[in-house]
């Protein structure tokens, strides 16, 4: 609060409580191409994995309607950038976590 600097100091190192519009739900990606479904879940997979909450929007009843990928608001700029060290890392990261956790 503005009244109790101490108090802010105190809290710049904590999470922060996500609140009101933050929590909107925001299309991070979309698409309709035929491989659509699948990525949808590649990326819901890495994003709630790295603790982002997310939600599929589409239907494979479907599919020509696309689907979309949503996170809240407060959430869209740490989603891009976990997705974007992803991309980077490529498959073979895939293959050497998965293999890690299997041991």
Known sequence: MAQDPEREEEQQGEDVLLTSHALDMVTLWNSSTVNAEMEADMIRGVLESNGI???VVGASQYPILGFEVRV????????????????AA???AATEAEAESEK
């Open 90 to 92: 490529g498959p073979d």
């Open 72 to 87: 809240p608001r407060g959430k869209v700029k740490e989603a891009e950038e976990v997705i974007e060290q992803a991309e």
């Open 53 to 55: 909450p997310v939600m």
